[in-house]
């Protein structure tokens, strides 16, 4: 029996189910615990991809995803036509984004909790330019911090308009996801994020909330929510230490 007949016999054998959850999640947590307990060594190979996905009859769809996540954790390296590698058992603790839809932002804010510093009504051109208030014009705005154990990780300022934001009050911000508390007190559903990525630099109370110098180097992250009638519901910002975050996703080439 060649080693990687071996890596596969140290995986449970069972058939995932769609009722557990993401059939990819599954999969990578059931792959991360032989990484993490180093049953997998680091700088070993993990089994073929065609293996995995036999072994738990999923899609190899499915098995690449998972080994997505596990490489954004920094765990694997995945290698063209070939297994994956273990990188390391323990990585630094980090935040990395595989954005596509909504379930991979609640897989971004696992283990993390957020942190509410304030609730009031303000006067802002972001609220101008995102729910068309007058310049004088109040909207409501939200300010908390992402939190993972210890650290510090995201800054979040987050814009209402005026009549959703009177329907909420501070103790109703009860879940990490601040978008996920809007839908559950309001009743809305978002129907799609748009995502901008910009660079920024860090000012005093930038600073002093994330415990960086004054100066350094920010990964500003812009989501707008709009609901299905594609009315802007929401508007956050989240500013990270740019050594702390990234983000992955695929880019097909579509080029003829």
């Not at 071996?6 to 059939?23: F, V, Y």
């Not at 599954?26 to 991809?49: H, M, N, W, Y």
Request: proline letters at 5%.
């Amino acid at each position: 029996m060649d080693d990687l007949n071996s890596t596969i016999d140290l995986l449970p054998k069972r058939t995932l189910a769609r009722a557990q959850g993401p059939l990819y999640r599954q999969l990578a947590d059931i792959l991360r615990e032989p990484i993490t307990s180093g049953a997998f060594p680091v700088g070993g190979e993990l089994p073929k991809e065609a293996m995995i996905a036999e072994r738990f009859g999923v899609s190899l769809i499915t098995v690449r995803q998972a080994l997505r996540d596990l490489e954004a954790d920094g765990l694997i390296k995945k290698r063209s036509a070939k297994p994956a590698v273990v990188t390391s058992a323990a990585p630094p603790v980090t935040l990395s984004w595989t954005f596509k839809n909504f379930a991979d932002m609640a897989a971004f804010t696992k283990d993390a909790s957020l942190k509410i510093k304030s609730y009031k009504k303000e006067v802002s051109p972001l609220l101008q330019r995102h729910f068309g208030l007058n310049k004088d014009e109040q909207g409501y705005c939200l300010r908390s911090m992402l939190v993972v154990g210890k650290q510090k990780k995201a800054q979040i300022t987050t814009y209402f308009p005026p009549d959703l934001g009177a329907q909420l009050k501070k103790e109703d911000f009860n879940d990490v996801l601040i978008f996920r508390a809007v839908q559950r007190r309001l009743n809305i559903r978002m129907a799609v994020a748009h995502c901008t990525v910009r660079a920024e630099i860090a000012d005093d109370e930038v600073a002093s909330d994330l415990g960086v110098a004054k100066g350094s180097a920010i990964l500003a992250v812009e989501m707008l929510y709009q609901s299905s009638d594609q009315r802007n519901i929401e508007f956050s910002i989240a500013r990270h230490p740019a050594d702390m975050f990234s983000i992955t996703y695929d880019a097909p080439n579509d080029l003829v």
